[in-house]
C-alpha cells in the first residue's frame, strides 16, 4: 500500500467558514507534509510534521493551522481564507524525514479548495 | 537558495522518443526525482538519482551530471496518455527538519498522435 489518501476531494468555503482538510498514509511514513498548487504552478511547500512534531513552516499565514493527531494523520485547519487560498492542497509523506537515499516524496490526490 | 529551470512546453509524436532537461542551481543536492502530474491530479513518483548515470525504468529513463547540475527524463514509445506535466523537483541536503523537495516550474508535454 504506498496510498496518501485525502478528503475531501473537492470544498468549496466561505471566507468566515471553518474547514478541514484530512490526510491519512499507512505506510509507517514518519514524515508528513503539506503542500499549496495554483494551477499551472509547481507544488510550493507549506509545512512539514516529523515524526508529529511540527519542524518546518514556510512562513504560512496562521490562518491555515495544521496538527498531526498521530504518526497516521495530518489535518490542515482552514479559518477566514482568501480567495486567492484557492488551489490544490497536497498531502505527502514519507518514511524518514531525514534525507536517505531513495526516500520519496509519495503525494496524495490532494484537494481541490474553492474560497468564495 | 535553490533555482530549476526546465522548459515550459514540449510537443512530441505518438510513439517517439522525447528528452525533457532540467538544469539546477542549488546550495545543497542530495538527489533528484522527477514526477508525472496530469492535469488536475497529484505528483505520482517516476524516478531518482543520487549518482551520475542513467536509470531506467521501462520506457522512463532519467540521467544525472552532478558536475554540470543536469538532468534528463527520457520518455521512449511516446503514448498518448503521456500528455502531462514532468515536475524535476532537488533535495536538499540531509536534514533533521523534513526530507525537502523543491520543484521546478514543469514541462507540459502533448503528445500528438
Known amino acids: 500500500d504506498t496510498e496518501v489518501t485525502q478528503t475531501p476531494k473537492h470544498l468549496v468555503m466561505g471566507m468566515t467558514n471553518k474547514k478541514s482538510l484530512k490526510c491519512e498514509q499507512h505506510?509507517?511514513?514518519?514524515?508528513m507534509y503539506w503542500y499549496k498548487q495554483k494551477a499551472k504552478k509547481p507544488p510550493e511547500l507549506m509545512f512539514v510534521?516529523?515524526?508529529?512534531?511540527?519542524?518546518i513552516n514556510e512562513s504560512v499565514p496562521s490562518r491555515f493551522s495544521p496538527e498531526c493527531p498521530n504518526s497516521s494523520l495530518l489535518n490542515l485547519h482552514l479559518h477566514a481564507l482568501q480567495p486567492e487560498d484557492s488551489a490544490l492542497y497536497l498531502c505527502?509523506?514519507?518514511?524518514?524525514?531525514?534525507?536517505?537515499?531513495?526516500?520519496?516524496?509519495?503525494f496524495g490526490e490532494g484537494s481541490w479548495l474553492t474560497v468564495v | 537558495g535553490q533555482n530549476i529551470d526546465q522548459p515550459t512546453e514540449m510537443t512530441a509524436t505518438e510513439g517517439a522518443i522525447v528528452q525533457i532537461n532540467c538544469t539546477y542551481q542549488?546550495?545543497?543536492?542530495?538527489?533528484l526525482f522527477w514526477y508525472q502530474q496530469h492535469a488536475g491530479e497529484a505528483p505520482t513518483f517516476l524516478s531518482y538519482?543520487?549518482?551520475?548515470g542513467l536509470e531506467e525504468k521501462g520506457r522512463f529513463s532519467s540521467f544525472l551530471s552532478r558536475s554540470k547540475g543536469y538532468s534528463y527524463l527520457l520518455l521512449k514509445e511516446l503514448q498518448m496518455k503521456d500528455s502531462a506535466s514532468y515536475l524535476c523537483?532537488?533535495?536538499?541536503?540531509?536534514?533533521?527538519?523534513?526530507?525537502?523537495?523543491?520543484f521546478g516550474g514543469g514541462t507540459r508535454l502533448m503528445v500528438k498522435p
Open positions: 538519482n543520487v549518482l551520475d
Open positions: 542549488t546550495s545543497g543536492f542530495n538527489g
Open positions: 523537483a532537488v533535495r536538499d541536503r540531509p536534514s533533521n527538519a523534513g526530507n525537502m523537495l523543491t
Open positions: 510534521y516529523s515524526y508529529e512534531k511540527l519542524s
Open positions: 505527502a509523506s514519507s518514511q524518514e524525514p531525514v534525507s536517505v537515499s531513495g526516500n520519496t516524496i509519495y
Open positions: 505506510m509507517g511514513h514518519r514524515a
